[in-house]
């Protein structure tokens, strides 16, 4: 089975650029997601196709991927980007998420 | 605008069989690349794909729950209905649904949830 590989946690200050990873065999082969999701809430769509945003989503919001890297890039983090974050791809015509990072901003 | 809302039962007994229902509008299941998937959240854990199925009955099944899932469609009623069998106390959790925008490809991407339904498995 494919895994996604993500750190469980992710310390930024406010103002400051955070990065979450992504990891998996080839992953820049495929494309990524990324969800965020605060306590009690449903996830949201943060970043499609690698690097795509929603119109709704700030465009502090970044994302890349290539090698066996995805990253999600949140610049100027903000008091409310404080959620946990998921990452997710196709593998094999299956879906696959990463195990979550918890964005905290102190 | 694209809503989707789970329903079902939200308390079930070991080795029964849950049914849930995602009920959607703002698209239709008729429509060429359109699709939902299942994916559910255990409390306090990551999130965990269940299944898709796509407007030509195209599906895909986690393979660690293939033998206990189902998916079907019911256009008429813009309903997506989700059945896994002998329930256990692991299952316990959040069911969302969610519109799958794309082209039925690697390149689809999650795009709207529900609120989810949390469904809890005792006796």
């Known amino acids: 089975s494919y895994d996604l590989t993500q750190p469980p946690s992710v310390s930024v200050s406010p103002g400051r650029t955070a990065s979450i990873t992504c990891s998996g065999d080839?992953?820049?082969?495929?494309?990524t997601s990324w969800f965020q999701q605060r306590p009690g809430q449903s996830p949201v769509l943060v970043i499609f196709q690698n690097n795509k945003r929603p119109s709704t989503i700030p465009a502090r919001f970044s994302g890349s991927n290539s090698g066996n890297t995805a990253t999600l890039t949140i610049s100027g983090t903000q008091a409310m980007d404080e959620a946990d974050y998921y990452c997710?791809?196709?593998?094999?015509?299956?879906?696959?998420f990463g195990g979550g990072t918890k964005l905290t901003v102190l | 605008q694209i809503t989707l809302k789970e329903s079902g039962p939200t308390l079930v007994k070991p080795t029964q069989t849950l049914t849930l229902t995602c009920t959607f509008s703002?698209?239709?299941?008729?429509?060429?690349?359109?699709?939902v998937g299942w994916i559910r959240q255990p409390p306090g854990k990551a999130l965990e794909w269940l299944t898709v199925?796509?407007?030509?009955?195209?599906?895909r099944y986690s393979p660690s729950l293939s033998s206990r899932l189902t998916i079907t469609k019911d256009t008429s009623q813009n309903q997506v209905v989700l059945t896994l069998t002998n329930m256990g106390p692991v299952d316990t959790g959040t069911y969302y649904c969610?519109?799958?925008?794309?082209?039925?490809?690697?390149?689809?991407?999650?795009?709207?949830w529900g609120q989810g339904t949390l469904v809890t498995v005792s006796s």
């Open positions: 703002g698209f239709s299941l008729t429509t060429s690349g359109e699709g």
């Open positions: 199925i796509y407007w030509n009955d195209y599906n």
């Open positions: 080839k992953l820049g082969d495929k494309y």
């Open positions: 969610a519109h799958i925008s794309g082209y039925n490809s690697p390149a689809d991407w999650f795009d709207t």
């Open positions: 997710q791809a196709w593998a094999s015509r299956n879906v696959v």
